[in-house]
Every structure is written in C-alpha cells, then in structure tokens.
C-alpha cells in the first residue's frame, strides 16, 4: 500500500512543474498551423531566439529581485540610457567601444546599487524607487541625446548584437551564459539560499543572522548588471543609441519572469522556468506578428498574459495558506 502511495500521479505537482513548458509547446503547435507552417522555419525560430536575447538576460535580474518581494521598473530606462551613454561616447568622446561599454555597464550597475542602498535603509516602496529611477534615467536618456539617435559606430561593434557562431547568434550565446550564471547563483551559492529566505520571511531571516540588506543590495546591483548588458546587446543590434530603446522592456521582463513562476510574493521560483517565460512570450509576439494581427491587439494579449499569470500564481499562494 504504501509503495502504491510513493508513486501516485499528482496532476497538480506534474502542472505545477511543466505546464510552463506544455504552454510552450502548445503554442509553437498552434502558431505552426495558423501560419501554413511559415513559423517552424528555422529562420524564423533563430529570429525568435534573437529577439529574445536581451529581455533573457534582463530577466534574470528581475528574477532576483522578484524573489525579495521587490520590483525593478527602472530595467528598460536603464537599458535605454546605457544605448545612448555607449554611443555617445563613442562617437562624440572617441571612446574605444570596448572602454565605452564597460563605463556604461557600471553606470547601469551602479543605478542598480542604489535602488537597492535605497530600499534598503530609507524604506521607501521598492515601486516607489524604480518608478522614480524609471523617469529619471529616461529623462538623462533624452538630455543626453537631445532626443535623437546616435549613430556611426565602428562595424565589428556590431559583431555582438548580429554576429553567429556557426547557426547560433552571439546574442543568444550571451543570453544562455547570463541565464547559466543566474542559475548558478541561485543554486549552488550560499547568496542563492539567501535570496530564497529573505524573500520568504524577511524578519526570521534578520533574526536567523542573514544581513537583510546587503542581499538588497546585490539582488538589485545583479538587475543593474544585467540590464546593462542588455542595453549593451541592443545597441550592438540596432546600431544606433537611441533613448526610448528600452521602453516597455519592464513590462515585458516581469511578465516573462512571473509567466516562468517565479512568485510576485517571494522566495519561490526557478531560472530554469524563467526560460519557458521569456520563450512564450517571443513565440506570441512573433505568432502575433505573423497572423498580422494589430500591435494594440498585441498589447491587450500582452496584458492579458500578465494578469493571468499574476492571478494563477495568488491562487498557488492562496490554496497553500489554506492548507497550511
């Protein structure tokens, strides 16, 4: 009898686990057919897989910050501003793009820290912060660039953003490596354990001897981090630094993020799943745009996902309260 209990099939558990990638699947089919069989090209899916390169290595960020109960809305203005600050000096401080990228990349960093220094110790709202940092890097965006792009860049600086090693994109090579990286961390690392006990119990683990600020600290330095890195895939893509490159990246990050399962109320969630979001929502898109359907039905979609993803995950909290 009790052999028979050990391997029950558990609907739930199974969903709970995979229904992320059943969703993915289900899509990619559906998408298949709708299209004549156009979206299963292998074009197409190494296009879908580039295009999801920089909200992947955004989106491990938000996964770290998401997993301390906070939020991070400053990752597409941070993605915007390190376009702008990377071309700016390269075109008008002759900055070597190399130099230049690395001088925006710990800018972006450094935005992050003190989001984080700011939560931290003065307390306010972890919204309240990354919505003001949101407006305030748009707008050195747009002094910074007068509200044009900035272009003429060197041609290997967008090796990059459009270059492959055999059939894979170098963007997506960098969107795994940030994503192993995430993993690692979350995993394998004593920081990574911490991360999962703030996020659950912020007091116990104060109590317990975990200093609850310096995982702020880092959590939102990473987000930072990664958003500078993606700003920096962009703009080797696009070639051109421009100050509304990043917006509503956000939107789309914390979507994927909470789509791949990882709880807007802390201390749960996986890399691995964040994966399965951050595809979703580029198999959608690319389906969406394939189907010719309009980009304010797109949004509504778009938004519809959010929620619905929102909603099943207070429901995954709701019915453990009650068991419990």
């Given at each position: 009898?009790?052999?028979?209990?050990?391997?029950?099939?558990?609907w739930?558990?199974?969903?709970?686990?995979?229904?992320?990638?059943?969703?993915?699947?289900?899509?990619?089919?559906?998408?298949s057919?709708?299209?004549?069989?156009i979206?299963?090209?292998?074009?197409?899916?190494?296009n879908?897989?580039?295009?999801?390169?920089?909200?992947?290595?955004?989106?491990?960020?938000?996964?770290?910050v998401?997993?301390?109960?906070?939020?991070?809305?400053?990752?597409?203005s941070?993605?915007?501003?390190?376009?702008v600050v990377?071309?700016?000096l390269m075109?008008?401080?002759g900055l070597?793009?190399?130099?230049?990228?690395?001088?925006?990349?710990?800018?972006?960093?450094?935005?992050?820290?003190?989001n984080?220094?700011?939560?931290?110790?003065?307390?306010?709202?972890?919204?309240?912060?990354?919505?003001?940092?949101?407006?305030?890097?748009?707008?050195?965006?747009?002094?910074?660039s007068?509200?044009?792009?900035?272009?003429?860049?060197?041609?290997?600086?967008?090796?990059?953003?459009?270059?492959?090693?055999?059939?894979?994109?170098?963007?997506?090579?960098?969107?795994?490596?940030?994503?192993?990286?995430?993993?690692?961390?979350?995993?394998?690392?004593?920081?990574g354990?911490?991360?999962?006990?703030?996020?659950?119990?912020?007091?116990?683990?104060?109590?317990?001897?975990?200093?609850?600020?310096?995982v702020?600290y880092?959590?939102?330095t990473?987000?930072?981090?990664?958003?500078?890195?993606a700003?920096?895939?962009?703009?080797?893509?696009?070639?051109?630094?421009?100050?509304?490159?990043?917006?509503?990246?956000?939107?789309?990050?914390?979507?994927?993020?909470?789509?791949?399962?990882?709880?807007?109320?802390?201390?749960?969630?996986k890399i691995?799943?964040?994966?399965?979001?951050?595809?979703?929502?580029?198999?959608?898109?690319?389906?969406?745009?394939?189907?010719?359907?309009?980009?304010?039905?797109?949004?509504?979609?778009?938004?519809?996902v959010?929620?619905?993803?929102?909603?099943?995950?207070?429901?995954?909290?709701?019915?453990?309260s009650?068991?419990?």
């Amino acid at each position: 009898m009790s052999i028979a209990k050990k391997f029950t099939f558990n609907w739930k558990t199974f969903l709970k686990d995979f229904g992320i990638y059943i969703a993915l699947i289900a899509l990619v089919i559906f998408f298949s057919i709708v299209t004549n069989g156009i979206f299963q090209r292998p074009a197409n899916i190494i296009n879908i897989m580039r295009q999801v390169s920089m909200m992947g290595i955004a989106a491990v960020g938000m996964a770290f910050v998401l997993l301390l109960r906070g939020i991070d809305l400053s990752i597409g203005s941070n993605v915007a501003l390190v376009n702008v600050v990377t071309a700016w000096l390269m075109v008008n401080a002759g900055l070597n793009p190399i130099l230049a990228a690395l001088i925006a990349i710990l800018m972006a960093t450094t935005v992050g820290f003190c989001n984080g220094w700011i939560i931290a110790n003065i307390r306010i709202p972890p919204l309240i912060v990354t919505l003001a940092a949101m407006t305030i890097l748009e707008g050195f965006a747009f002094m910074i660039s007068r509200g044009v792009p900035i272009f003429g860049f060197p041609r290997w600086f967008s090796v990059l953003g459009q270059g492959h090693i055999g059939p894979i994109p170098i963007p997506v090579i960098v969107m795994i490596f940030i994503l192993a990286i995430g993993s690692f961390l979350l995993n394998l690392t004593y920081f990574g354990r911490q991360f999962y006990a703030v996020g659950g119990n912020e007091e116990a683990s104060n109590l317990s001897g975990i200093n609850v600020k310096r995982v702020k600290y880092l959590a939102y330095t990473l987000s930072g981090l990664f958003a500078g890195i993606a700003g920096i895939v962009m703009l080797s893509r696009t070639m051109s630094g421009q100050p509304l490159a990043g917006r509503g990246l956000e939107l789309d990050v914390l979507t994927a993020v909470v789509l791949g399962g990882v709880s807007i109320t802390g201390g749960s969630g996986k890399i691995s799943n964040v994966i399965a979001g951050v595809l979703i929502l580029g198999v959608l898109s690319n389906g969406m745009i394939l189907m010719d359907l309009s980009q304010f039905t797109q949004m509504v979609l778009r938004g519809t996902v959010l929620l619905v993803a929102v909603g099943f995950d207070c429901m995954q909290k709701a019915e453990k309260s009650k068991t419990a």
